[in-house]
């Protein structure tokens, strides 16, 4: 399963990005398909995730500011994210894990329990 992502960037505090990741268009039904990130000495978390049955689950430190959506035509995930802080600045992935992942547990940190985990190659985003 190849993930690419695409955005990314640097901003200043307060600015938007959005983040693009192009996927197989059979994944969605089987994946819970979201976005990671990874700043430097800190663990890969979960931010966001969509699963099977449509229910989207988002980490408390990037809600109300951050919005998934996906375009089913071509088979494309986004993230927007909006507000940025300083502690937004990570490594960002996109994310396929599954089969049948709950989007809650993926997002509260329990995605190593899922048979498949399927990473983007990572993107950069820096805010000052």
């Known amino acids: 399963v190849q993930l690419v992502e695409s955005g990314g960037g640097s901003v200043q505090a307060g600015g938007s990005l959005r983040l693009s990741c192009a996927a197989p268009?059979?994944?969605?039904?089987?994946?819970?398909m979201g976005w990671f990130r990874q700043a430097p000495g800190k663990e890969r978390e979960g931010i966001v995730c969509?699963?099977?049955?449509?229910?989207?689950t988002y980490a408390n430190s990037v809600k109300g500011r951050f919005t998934v959506s996906q375009d089913s035509a071509k088979n494309i995930l986004y993230l927007q994210m909006n507000t940025l802080k300083p502690e937004d600045t990570a490594i960002y992935y996109c994310?396929?894990?599954?089969?049948?992942?709950?989007?809650?547990?993926?997002?509260?940190?329990?995605?190593?329990?899922?048979?498949?985990?399927?990473w983007g190659q990572g993107t950069q985003v820096t805010v000052s």
């Open positions: 994310a396929a894990i599954g089969p049948g992942a709950s989007a809650g547990k993926v997002v509260a940190g329990s995605y190593t329990r899922y048979e498949y985990r399927y």
């Open positions: 268009g059979y994944i969605g039904n089987k994946y819970c």
């Open positions: 969509v699963d099977v049955d449509g229910r989207t």
